[in-house]
């Protein structure tokens, strides 16, 4: 799959990992970009948070989203959107 994002803050080292998990489950090109993107704007918003990757927690996940929300994102804000295992992390409920 050639999906090609940078992935800085606290889930950059799980990046790798969750596009070949993208690629497992068979996700398509434009899809997979989609979840990577999203991917790497919560790591983003984790990092502005001082949210550290072990300490994700479902809570912050629907503060992402709503975030999102009130950003004007209209696709991706529903947790389904974020799989609990991505690429080896599993955020805690």
Avoid at 73 to 89: D, E, Q, T
């Amino acid at each position: 799959m050639m999906v090609t994002f940078v992935v800085s803050g606290p889930l950059a080292p799980f990046a790798e990992g969750f596009i070949e998990r993208l690629g497992v489950l068979g996700y398509k090109e434009a899809p997979a970009a989609a979840q990577v993107g999203l991917f790497a704007h919560l790591s983003c918003w984790m990092e502005s948070e001082g949210v550290p990757a072990e300490a994700l927690t479902t809570g912050e996940v629907a503060a992402f989203l709503a975030e999102r929300r009130r950003l004007g994102h209209v696709r991706l804000v529903a947790a389904v959107s974020i799989p609990r295992n991505r690429g080896g992390m599993d955020y805690e409920e």
